[in-house]
């Protein structure tokens, strides 16, 4: 059984940083592709950014290029969300996911296990 939690979340002003963890137990993730995805109040969850397990390889959605860093660190078996320069449409549930073998790392239904989420409020 796999088991992700994040934390990190938080209030911050437009303009300002934060960084989310989500620490992963229970497998080895050798195969594994690690998302983050978001859902603001009355929206379907969208894609924000993954990394390949192995190799590191790095997906983002549209809206946070250049802006959102994903990264891994294998020894703590924990992924990271960098967010910088957050915008009001940023404010969402962040939730942190594990894909076994995903066959798109965009879509929802490649992943198998999810954490409960974090709150990120952008205040403008």
């Known amino acids: 059984q796999v088991q992700l939690v994040e934390s990190g979340g938080g209030l911050v002003q437009a303009g300002g940083s934060l960084r989310l963890s989500c620490a992963a137990s229970?497998?080895?993730?050798?195969?594994?592709?690690m998302g983050w995805f978001r859902q603001a109040p009355g929206k379907e969850r969208e894609f924000v950014a993954s990394?390949?397990?192995?190799?590191?390889?790095?997906y983002y959605a549209d809206s946070v290029k250049g802006r959102f860093t994903i990264s891994r660190d294998n020894a703590k078996n924990t992924v990271y969300l960098r967010m910088n320069s957050l915008k009001p449409e940023d404010t969402a549930v962040y939730h942190c996911?594990?894909?076994?073998?995903?066959?798109?790392?965009?879509?929802?239904?490649?992943?198998?296990?999810w954490g409960q989420g974090t709150q990120v409020t952008v205040s403008s």
């Open positions: 229970g497998r080895t993730f050798s195969t594994y592709a």
């Open positions: 996911a594990a894909a076994p073998y995903p066959s798109t790392v965009y879509a929802t239904r490649s992943y198998n296990y």
């Open positions: 990394i390949t397990w192995s190799s590191g390889i790095t």
